[in-house]
């Protein structure tokens, strides 16, 4: 899988997940906060930049796997 970049639209903390703007556009891309790498509490906030893989998950929506903020 090739690794991809962009900025976080929105993540709600409360319920674990939101979406990331893939750079050069395309659909957003849900992200779960277990695919967050990181130690401790895992959060994203908006206007993060992050790389991420993606994948289609069990509801066949785009979504972010090994997400690491820049």
Request: glycine fraction near 14%; avoid cysteine.
């Amino acid at each position: 899988m090739s690794t991809r970049s962009g900025s976080v639209r929105w993540f709600n903390d409360a319920k674990g997940h939101g979406f990331i703007v893939p750079d050069g556009g395309g659909e957003d891309v849900f992200v779960h906060f277990k695919s967050i790498i990181g130690d401790g509490y895992r959060s994203l906030f908006e206007g993060d930049l992050v790389e991420f893989e993606v994948e289609i998950d069990n509801k066949g929506r785009l979504s972010a796997r090994k997400v690491m903020k820049k």
